[in-house]
């Protein structure tokens, strides 16, 4: 039974690695790239669990980092939302719900913060100088807009996590 799951992570590994390719080839895609990757963490947590998804977010972040030409876009993915399908799983028995909201933006946060903080450390005072040529202003926007963006990412896990439940699995025999 276990190499069904294997097999299964792996090619939903190659496609997440594919879309974020996609979205380096189109330099649209820093960010909704990883995003629409981690989404395909859903049938892997609802049939097989978190632990099977921790793998998936695994081996789609190591061939990431090797394989995607945009390191950001790669770093994104391996820091900040590749693996937050399975965290959001945990975070749901935290009470109340504005303490788990809460954990979920800090995480969210960290995890861009430490993004930078990886390519300042790769490439150097280039990226803090490009993060500040526009002003603090407009730093503090775009990080407001990276907030919208993940609350608009937690609502989308949480609709198609529904879809999946109710009309895909019926449709995906091959999981039972």
């Known amino acids: 039974m276990q190499s069904r799951q294997t097999a299964f992570c792996g090619v939903l590994a190659a496609l997440s ?4 390719l996609l979205g380096s080839a189109l330099q649209v895609g820093t960010y909704a ?3 629409l990757a981690a989404f395909l963490q859903i049938p892997v947590l609802e049939e097989y669990g978190p632990r ?7 081996a789609a972040a190591v061939l990431a980092l090797l394989l995607v030409p ?3 876009l790669a770093l994104f993915y391996l820091l900040a939302v590749g693996y937050y399908p399975s965290l959001r799983v945990a975070l749901r028995r935290v009470r109340p719900a504005a303490l788990r909201r809460g954990l979920k933006f800090l995480a969210f946060n960290a995890g861009t913060a ?12 280039a990226v803090g100088r ?13 990080l407001a807009l990276g907030n919208v ?8 896990l ?8 109710t009309v895909w699995r019926k449709r995906l025999k091959f999981f039972h």
């Open 17 to 20: 690695v594919v879309l974020m």
């Open 33 to 35: 790239a990883p995003m």
């Open 52 to 58: 099977w998804a921790m793998l998936l977010y695994a």
């Open 70 to 72: 945009e390191t950001e």
């Open 114 to 125: 430490l993004v930078y903080l990886a390519l300042f450390a790769l490439v150097g005072p």
């Open 130 to 142: 490009e993060l500040l040529q526009d002003g603090p202003g407009m730093l503090a926007l775009l």
């Open 149 to 156: 963006s993940f609350a608009l990412y937690d609502r989308a």
């Open 158 to 165: 949480a609709v198609l996590t529904r879809c999946y439940r």
